[in-house]
């Protein structure tokens, strides 16, 4: 685990998240798409209470035994759960 690692992929989605709120009105329906913004969700909300707000993942979801290894799992997948709806690309994920 690489704590600069971190901190780049956590403002990117803070970037993200602020250019969004530039021009988000209440009521849109905000997408993200992929790993790359899984914590999209929890940095609109705490712009927006009450945006509505959905995740898909192309990529295969890890198994919980490779999830579980990964240093910042709690941070993801709390921001995961902030949307509203989560897709996944195949069932078994």
Do not use: Q
Not at 29 to 44: E, R
């Amino acid at each position: 685990f690489c704590e600069e690692d971190w901190r780049a992929y956590s403002a990117a989605n803070r970037k993200f998240a602020d250019t969004v709120m530039e021009v988000y009105e209440p009521g849109h329906m905000v997408w993200a798409h992929d790993y790359h913004l899984l914590l999209l969700p929890s940095f609109l909300l705490r712009r927006h209470r009450t945006a509505h707000i959905g995740l898909f993942l192309h990529s295969p979801f890890p198994a919980s035994d490779v999830f579980r290894s990964v240093a910042v799992r709690e941070e993801l997948l709390r921001a995961m759960l902030h949307a509203d709806m989560v897709g996944f690309l195949l069932f078994e994920y």
